[in-house]
């Protein structure tokens, strides 16, 4: 018997690396036992010695395998590693096992990694972090609760997700820190260690108010969707069974009255005004410093249409309306051109503080980067989850890469709509500054027109 002692619960490349010198050896299955640290995970086998695997050993296998190993690894079932040492073991002489979903052992293997790939995307959508100020600078904390090890395997996708934010994620088993450059890790806490509301729950707890609807109350798609036991880490749940109990009387009103979309949008407008007040006090970057205001969005909040330009300009950081300056008049007239009415649209930037450099007394644009883009992010995506806008269109590279999460080339992807993580529609443009930037006027002529096609497209596109 051989005893393969793992350093983490969650170390797939220490499990590649003796799992494949042994199966190269041909140690059957039963000879093996796997745990983690001190802890026995086979729970089944028998006496164990201690146990050197084998350095170096070549032993290839199928990619399908070791996607399906680096996701089962994470499941928090204590035979894991067994399991999958036993379909290594039978793939030396079965090739395409993997390939058989009829096998049984293939079969519990898939059903470990849906559960681990559904926990990932749970902590991705149900983790919410609450702001603590940390000796002047603010940093985000989260407390949450993953079924598996999936806690490091998912940090990435918060590290490039809040790259510019400083955060801690609080978990039993791992604390993950991440201080704006490096990842760090501590151990696990309790919930206790999590701060409880900030004032940015309040706007939600509002909103979600606001955009209740009784008569799509539909308890078992909620519980499956966002699971109870999620709820307390998410401040708009705690509205939850007030608004359930208050369902059937708010609906009655609602169809006697017939104003459903002027109630939602007059609660709506509280939100989104205490969203404002809340970025006008933003120093989550540090371009507010130099600025002179935020410069929020603009426009109804029921609109269906969303545009989202770069930043504001230096007219727009004196007055704090987005697009009044000269790309304001271009995108002005192209929308009058297209027949779109700006005051049924709402306007807005991927980032809120307007960039620039000083020469002499000129305020000079310069170009947003990567972190302040990530760093606004946080704006555009509690405004676009306010507004819900039918269709978003991105004026120019910048507002692409915001909204898509990715560098976008503009010439390749205009014209067409595209599905935002959300999934939501999104169609790109180029920005109307983009237009005042050209000597050659036929050619300006000729690019407004096609800027006017496309918004003129995204006006059908709206039906
Ligand atoms: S640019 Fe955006 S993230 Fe940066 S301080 Fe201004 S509002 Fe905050």
Same mark, same amino acid.
């Given at each position: 018997?051989?005893?393969?002692?793992?350093?983490?619960?969650?170390?797939?490349?220490?499990?590649?690396?003796?799992?494949?010198?042994?199966?190269?050896?041909?140690?059957?299955?039963?000879?093996?036992?796997?745990?983690?640290?001190?802890? /026995?995970?086979?729970?089944?086998?028998? @006496?164990?010695?201690? $146990?050197?695997?084998? !350095?170096? &050993?070549? *032993?290839? +296998?199928? %990619?399908?395998?070791?996607?399906?190993?680096?996701?089962?690894?994470?499941?928090?079932?204590?035979?894991?590693?067994?399991?999958?040492?036993?379909?290594?073991?039978?793939?030396?002489?079965?090739?395409?096992?993997?390939?058989?979903?009829?096998?049984?052992?293939?079969?519990?293997?898939?059903?470990?990694?849906?559960?681990?790939?559904?926990?990932?995307?749970?902590?991705?959508?149900?983790?919410?972090?609450?702001?603590?100020?940390?000796?002047?600078? /603010?940093?985000?904390?989260?407390?949450? @609760?993953?079924?598996? $090890?999936?806690?490091? !395997?998912? &940090?990435? *996708?918060? +590290?490039? %997700?809040?790259?510019?934010?400083?955060?801690?994620?609080?978990?039993?088993?791992?604390?993950?820190?991440?201080?704006?450059?490096?990842?760090?890790?501590?151990?696990?806490?309790?919930?206790?260690?999590?701060?409880?509301?900030?004032?940015?729950?309040?706007?939600?707890?509002?909103?979600?108010?606001?955009?209740?609807?009784?008569?799509?109350?539909?308890?078992?798609?909620?519980?499956?969707?966002?699971?109870?036991?999620?709820?307390?880490?998410?401040?708009?749940?705690?509205?939850?069974?007030?608004?359930?109990?208050?369902?059937?009387?708010?609906?009655?009103?609602?169809?006697?009255?017939?104003?459903?979309?002027?109630?939602?949008?007059?609660?709506?407008?509280?939100?989104?005004?205490?969203?404002?007040?809340?970025?006008?006090?933003?120093?989550?970057?540090?371009?507010?410093?130099?600025?002179?205001?935020?410069?929020?969005?603009?426009?109804?909040?029921?609109?269906?249409?969303?545009?989202?330009?770069?930043?504001?300009?230096?007219?727009?950081?004196?007055?704090?309306?987005?697009?009044?300056?000269?790309?304001?008049?271009?995108?002005?007239?192209?929308?009058?051109?297209?027949?779109?009415?700006?005051?049924?649209?709402?306007?807005?930037?991927?980032?809120?503080?307007?960039?620039?450099?000083?020469?002499?007394?000129?305020?000079?644009?310069?170009?947003?980067?990567?972190?302040?883009?990530?760093?606004?992010?946080?704006?555009?995506?509690?405004?676009?989850?306010?507004?819900?806008?039918?269709?978003?269109?991105?004026?120019?590279?910048?507002?692409?890469?915001?909204?898509?999460?990715?560098?976008?080339?503009?010439?390749?992807?205009?014209?067409?709509?595209?599905?935002?993580?959300?999934?939501?529609?999104?169609?790109?443009?180029?920005?109307?500054?983009?237009?005042?930037?050209?000597?050659?006027?036929?050619?300006?002529?000729?690019?407004?027109?096609?800027?006017?096609?496309?918004?003129?497209?995204?006006?059908?596109?709206?039906?």
């Amino acid at each position: 018997m051989r005893t393969v002692t793992l350093p983490a619960p969650d170390d797939f490349d220490s499990w590649r690396d003796a799992a494949r010198p042994l199966a190269a050896a041909e140690v059957p299955p039963d000879d093996v036992v796997w745990q983690v640290g001190e802890a /026995p995970t086979d729970l089944f086998a028998g @006496e164990s010695v201690a $146990h050197e695997a084998p !350095a170096g &050993a070549g *032993f290839t +296998v199928p %990619r399908p395998f070791i996607d399906l190993a680096r996701n089962v690894v994470l499941a928090n079932d204590p035979e894991r590693f067994a399991l999958l040492y036993t379909l290594l073991f039978r793939l030396r002489r079965e090739p395409k096992l993997v390939e058989d979903r009829a096998d049984p052992l293939v079969r519990r293997l898939d059903g470990l990694a849906r559960q681990v790939r559904r926990d990932i995307h749970k902590m991705r959508a149900f983790l919410r972090f609450r702001e603590v100020d940390e000796g002047g600078t /603010p940093r985000f904390v989260a407390w949450f @609760e993953p079924e598996h $090890h999936i806690v490091r !395997a998912n &940090a990435a *996708f918060f +590290v490039n %997700r809040f790259a510019s934010m400083r955060w801690s994620i609080l978990t039993p088993e791992v604390s993950l820190h991440w201080d704006g450059k490096g990842l760090s890790e501590g151990p696990g806490a309790s919930k206790a260690d999590a701060p409880e509301g900030d004032p940015i729950e309040a706007v939600w707890k509002t909103y979600y108010a606001s955009i209740f609807n009784p008569a799509r109350v539909k308890i078992g798609a909620m519980l499956k969707e966002m699971p109870r036991k999620y709820w307390k880490n998410m401040p708009e749940t705690a509205l939850v069974p007030q608004l359930i109990a208050g369902a059937q009387a708010r609906e009655a009103s609602m169809i006697q009255t017939a104003q459903t979309r002027q109630d939602i949008g007059g609660n709506s407008q509280v939100a989104w005004e205490a969203l404002r007040e809340e970025a006008a006090h933003c120093t989550r970057c540090h371009l507010y410093k130099h600025a002179t205001q935020t410069v929020f969005g603009e426009g109804p909040v029921d609109a269906r249409l969303m545009f989202v330009g770069e930043q504001p300009g230096d007219q727009e950081d004196l007055a704090g309306k987005p697009f009044i300056g000269p790309a304001g008049q271009v995108f002005n007239r192209a929308l009058a051109t297209a027949e779109i009415d700006r005051d049924t649209v709402y306007v807005t930037n991927a980032v809120k503080h307007f960039k620039f450099e000083q020469r002499g007394k000129r305020r000079i644009h310069a170009k947003p980067g990567a972190g302040e883009i990530d760093a606004c992010r946080w704006w555009i995506e509690q405004e676009q989850m306010l507004i819900r806008p039918d269709v978003t269109v991105a004026l120019g590279a910048t507002a692409a890469r915001s909204l898509l999460g990715k560098v976008v080339t503009i010439g390749k992807e205009r014209g067409r709509a595209l599905t935002l993580p959300d999934g939501g529609q999104a169609w790109i443009t180029v920005h109307p500054s983009y237009l005042l930037r050209m000597d050659d006027k036929a050619r300006a002529e000729d690019e407004f027109g096609q800027f006017v096609d496309d918004l003129r497209k995204v006006k059908a596109a709206l039906g």
